[in-house]
């Protein structure tokens, strides 16, 4: 497994996903919110509507782990839990897909992405 990247990458990101999922629990919040805005990130691919590089660029806004981070960082500090929600929804979200082998994307297309061109 050490000497085949992409099948390390998907394995790291269960992990990131388990946790993610581990710490949702740990928090006690509720899995219909869960539910219902575990795919809202995809909302982002919207921005492909503007063409490749506008969608590019709007789309890795929405699949930055540092934005979910960010917020999780926030809602701890200020003692929003349902901002620690969101994010860990998020944070959920963007692993799973990276999971998946959809990765950030290029401005060329919106298959071409940090791990693999998706066919």
């Given at each position: 497994m050490f000497t085949r990247p992409a099948l390390l990458l998907r394995t790291e990101e269960a992990c990131l996903l388990i946790g993610a999922v581990a710490v949702y629990a740990h928090l006690h919040f509720s899995w219909v919110l869960f539910a219902v805005l575990f795919l809202v990130?995809?909302?982002?691919?919207?921005?492909f509507l503007a063409g490749p590089r506008v969608g590019a660029a709007v789309y890795n806004l929405g699949h930055s782990l540092c934005v979910p981070l960010g917020?999780?960082?926030l809602g701890r500090s200020e003692?929003?839990?349902l901002l620690l929600a969101v994010a860990a929804i998020w944070f959920a979200h963007i692993v799973f897909d990276r999971m998946?082998?959809?990765?950030l994307k290029y401005p060329t297309h919106f298959k071409d992405t940090h791990l693999q061109h998706v066919a």
């Open positions: 990130p995809d909302l982002f691919m919207l921005g917020l999780f960082v003692g929003w839990p998946l082998g959809y990765g």
